[in-house]
Nanobody
Framework: QVQLVESGGGLVQPGGSLRLSCAASGFTFSSYAMGWYRQAPGKKRELVAS????????NYADSVKGRFTISRDNAKNTVYLQMNSLKPEDTAVYYC????????????WGQGTQVTVSS
């Protein structure tokens, strides 16, 4: 069974930083591109950052480019998201999961971690 456990969220002031972590199990982590998704209230879940199996190539949504950095540690089955210069519009629940050209081969998602950017 796939398990994804996100952590590291919290309340931060605009301009602040947070580092999210996601521990994955139940699948061969090192065989999948991974990504961070987020869902704000009333909005659809969106992919904000992804990286390839070895972590050599990354992609970011325009809204976070230059502020967020995704990384992974295949030895620890963990993916990270360093978020700097946070803005109120970054407020959302953040999730990690695989990134595929087609549907992800499982329906499992973690509980997510809440990020709130507010003064």
């Amino acid at each position: 069974q796939v398990q994804l456990v996100e952590s590291g969220g919290g309340l931060v002031q605009p301009g602040g930083s947070l580092r999210l972590s996601c521990a994955a199990s139940g699948f061969t982590f090192s065989s999948y591109a991974m990504g961070w998704y987020r869902q704000a209230p009333g909005k659809k879940r969106e992919l904000v950052a992804s990286l390839t199996i070895a972590g050599g190539n990354t992609n970011y949504a325009d809204s976070v480019k230059g502020r967020f950095t995704i990384s992974r540690d295949n030895a620890k089955n963990t993916v990270y998201l360093q978020m700097n210069s946070l803005k109120p519009e970054d407020t959302a629940v953040y999730y990690c999961n695989a990134v595929m050209s087609g549907p992800i081969p499982w329906d499992d998602w973690g509980q997510g971690t809440q990020v709130t950017v507010s003064s």
